[in-house]
């Protein structure tokens, strides 16, 4: 049986008082087991990126339990918050604002080792193996953020957040910032990291492409609320939820047969219509 890493159960967050509340998320539970890939998809005002957010202690929850490998994280030790730090990552969406523009990459993707009292040279090798795993090299070590693309921005994030060597990786909608032909590139390098660090990932996306293509099990979230889960296959395969069927009836895809063979129809009937010479 495969260990539970996360779990969320009952998570509630309102925002305002009174009459004027609004619940941004409302009793959601899920849990994420080691190795495992659970995708929380949703589209903007579902409450997926809230949820995340209570998650990571960026904001307080009104109500709900969540733990971190048997840790309560609304109760932890000053230990405790350190190891979950250390262990738990995240990944943000925009790589423009998530980098500080005023540090160089090596300060960067060496920060979360500054309170662990490694050597600095252990520090230093750990940095530059962490930019060679994820495609970059020890050369852009003293450059800064504003000397890369978006899809190095994002690579050198993710190389910060594998530095510690996680066991947990959160991704809040880690490549809808990014140009479509980048964005392949950068699922195909988490997917590699996933698999390679045997990392359990919590994966936030509006795009179910995007989530069927890493994911184990998925999570559909409506107006704060989780409305349908399942693996990857039963949910992609027979979608129960009618907001489901909706979410993966306005995904596009891509038919050339099927184009083939109604261009070939239309030019059948035209040539009909046409009169003999």
Same mark, same amino acid.
Do not use: W
């Given at each position: 049986?495969?260990?539970?890493?996360?779990?969320?159960?009952?998570?509630?967050?309102?925002?305002?008082?009174?009459?004027?509340?609004?619940?941004?998320?409302?009793?959601?539970?899920?849990?994420?087991?080691?190795?495992?890939?659970?995708?929380?998809?949703?589209?903007?005002?579902?409450?997926?990126?809230?949820?995340?957010?209570? =998650?990571? !202690? &960026?904001?307080? +929850?009104?109500?709900? @339990?969540?733990?971190?490998?048997?840790?309560? %994280?609304?109760?932890?030790?000053?230990?405790?918050?350190?190891?979950?730090?250390?262990?738990?990552?995240?990944?943000?969406?925009?790589?423009?604002?998530?980098?500080?523009?005023?540090?160089?990459?090596?300060?960067?993707?060496?920060?979360? =080792?500054? !309170? &662990?009292?490694? +050597?600095?040279?252990? @520090?230093?090798?750990?940095?530059?193996?962490? %930019?060679?795993?994820?495609?970059?090299?020890?050369?852009?070590?003293?450059r800064y953020p504003r000397s890369f693309s978006g899809g190095q921005r994002q690579r050198i994030a993710i190389a910060r957040a594998l530095?510690?060597?996680?066991?947990?990786?959160?991704?809040?909608?880690?490549?809808?910032?990014?140009?479509?032909?980048?964005?392949?590139?950068?699922?195909? %390098?988490?997917?590699?990291?996933?698999?390679?660090?045997?990392?359990?990932?919590?994966?936030?996306?509006?795009?179910?492409?995007?989530?069927?293509?890493?994911?184990?099990?998925?999570?559909?979230?409506?107006?704060?609320?989780?409305?349908?889960?399942?693996?990857?296959?039963?949910?992609?395969?027979?979608?129960?939820?009618?907001?489901?069927?909706? %979410?993966?009836?306005?995904?596009?895809?891509?038919?050339?047969?099927?184009?083939?063979?109604?261009?070939?129809?239309?030019?059948?009937?035209?040539?009909?219509?046409?009169?003999?010479?």
């Amino acid at each position: 049986m495969t260990q539970t890493l996360l779990s969320v159960e009952g998570l509630t967050k309102r925002y305002g008082i009174g009459d004027r509340a609004t619940t941004a998320v409302d009793a959601v539970s899920f849990s994420v087991g080691a190795g495992e890939v659970l995708g929380i998809v949703g589209e903007s005002g579902s409450g997926k990126s809230t949820t995340v957010r209570c =998650l990571m !202690g &960026l904001e307080r +929850p009104d109500s709900g @339990r969540l733990e971190y490998d048997g840790i309560d %994280l609304r109760r932890m030790t000053f230990a405790q918050e350190r190891r979950f730090r250390s262990e738990v990552q995240m990944v943000f969406q925009d790589p423009y604002s998530s980098l500080d523009p005023r540090m160089r990459v090596g300060a960067i993707v060496g920060e979360p =080792l500054r !309170g &662990l009292r490694m +050597p600095r040279r252990e @520090r230093h090798d750990r940095v530059v193996e962490m %930019l060679e795993l994820v495609g970059l090299s020890a050369e852009h070590l003293d450059r800064y953020p504003r000397s890369f693309s978006g899809g190095q921005r994002q690579r050198i994030a993710i190389a910060r957040a594998l530095v510690s060597r996680p066991r947990v990786l959160v991704c809040d909608e880690p490549v809808s910032a990014l140009d479509v032909s980048v964005q392949a590139q950068v699922l195909n %390098l988490l997917r590699d990291l996933q698999e390679q660090m045997s990392l359990a990932v919590l994966f936030i996306a509006h795009d179910l492409s995007v989530v069927r293509y890493l994911s184990d099990r998925v999570l559909i979230m409506q107006h704060g609320r989780a409305v349908e889960s399942g693996t990857r296959d039963e949910l992609y395969g027979d979608p129960q939820h009618p907001y489901t069927r909706a %979410l993966l009836e306005a995904v596009p895809r891509a038919d050339p047969e099927g184009e083939r063979a109604r261009r070939a129809a239309r030019r059948t009937a035209t040539a009909r219509k046409e009169p003999a010479a």
